[in-house]
């Protein structure tokens, strides 16, 4: 729990049993009635602290557990693109591979036109 939400929680406490505390003093009782009241009002504040407190633990696992959720998520989507890029970059690369071999080959018969015509050209 965060440090603001358990000095909340703290303050709630001591500012109920202070004002229990005060407000039971001052009312027009017997000493022993005073402390069974001041008992009381001690444990419906702990009790209600502590109500406090599991509310707030359960949205906060429940919040933890909605951002892991999307956190999966999110590394799934992630994996999926990585594995379309792997497959595109590999079909690039292919591409490229013919397109260099298919150069290649216009490329050396160009070059044996060449030769061959500055064959003709010499001997003629």
């Keep these: 729990m965060s440090d603001r939400a358990g000095d909340f929680l703290k303050g709630l406490v001591i500012g109920g049993l202070a004002g229990a505390v005060i407000g ?68 690039m690369v292919d591409k490229g591979k013919v397109s260099l071999e298919d150069n290649k080959s216009r490329l050396k018969k160009a070059i044996d036109a060449g030769v061959e015509a500055f064959k003709e050209e010499k001997s003629a």
């Design 24 to 91: 039971i003093l001052y009312a027009p009782k017997s000493g022993k009635e005073t402390r069974e009241e001041i008992g009381k009002k001690a444990e419906e504040l702990l009790a209600k602290a502590k109500e406090e407190y599991e509310q707030a633990l359960e949205k906060s696992r429940k919040t933890y557990e909605t951002a892991v959720s999307r956190l999966k998520k999110i590394e799934e989507a992630a994996r999926e693109k990585v594995g379309e890029l792997e497959t595109k970059a590999g079909e």
